[in-house]
């Protein structure tokens, strides 16, 4: 597949493009201004210490060169019994509905990594739902695209109707851990070849009808979006399509959603698949100083921006 032409459409029977206006716009200082550090232990249990903003400045986790936000994980030490020091914001808005476009020039990956831009509600987790737009583990090539529900939400998974590779169609398994995705074939959609390529635009727009994920490489973004009047019927053939239905309601699962970007190590995806299981990863987690080991643990973001109708 060429990969300047990369699209996935998660939850979805129908693009609707109408109307689209700016709410929300960030980038540089602004993301650090106007989204919250967790401090908190990690909810998915990873060998991390989340810093404060606070600490990410001091320690230079977080920074704004040429007007980009560069949110590190730390590369230079042995960590501590708390985990390796890393950065987890989440914005102070939350929205019901929208679309959401990230302009991505860099993210984390590497052994022990679990990087992920994503949306959900909050307290009381899996109520309200989750949204991971990118997401993976370790050394994966390959972004994974995942909905986390409480149980119930069903959506149906058809091979003939993408070319994404989707899993299971029940977002509530395992009490919303398992959650229902799709596995994108093409490696330059993580880690580095999506680096190397410059990055990437992503958007998400998830409307009453569905939740759908878009990306396009450096230089082939839609000019429609690069003008700030996105049309997301103007984007492209799905990649991969369920559908809302009376199995899976959207104003059931999912709304309130707060935007998160983080990198935590090891914890209950990382840890359980790295070779060797939780303890070899933690150990080469905490050990690993070299500059090599966690320098490319890092996100630097452009711009975020979200528009409602």
Known sequence: MNPKVFIFVLLGASLCSAGYNLKDSWSGQQIFDQFNFWSGPDPTHGYVYYASKS????????????????????????????????????????????????????????????????????????????????????????????????????????????????????????????????????????????????????????ESSGIYIWLWAKGYVPQDVLNGQPNPAGWGIPRGRSTFNQGCVDSQYFYNHGIIIDNTFCGDWAGNVYPGGQDACKSFVQNKTTPSAFTEAYWAVNSIKVYQQ
């Open 55 to 206: 600490e990410s400045q001091q320690w230079g986790y977080t920074s704004v060169q040429n007007g980009v936000a560069y949110i590190r994980s730390d590369s230079t030490s042995v960590s501590s019994g708390a985990g390796r020091g890393s950065v987890r914001l989440t914005s102070q808005k939350t929205y019901t509905h929208g679309l959401f476009i990230f302009d991505v020039a860099h993210m984390p990956w590497g052994q022990g990594t679990w990087p992920a831009i994503w949306t959900t509600r909050g307290d009381g987790w899996p109520a309200g739902g989750e949204i991971d737009i990118i997401e993976g583990v370790n050394s994966n090539r390959n972004n994974q695209m995942t909905l986390h529900t409480s149980p119930g939400c069903y959506v149906p998974t058809n091979k003939d109707a993408e070319s994404g590779n989707p899993g299971s169609g029940d977002c509530g398994a395992n009490g919303g851990s398992a959650g229902c995705g799709i596995n994108d074939p093409d490696s330059w959609s993580y880690g580095p070849d999506f680096n190397n390529n410059g990055g990437g635009t992503w958007a998400m727009q998830w």
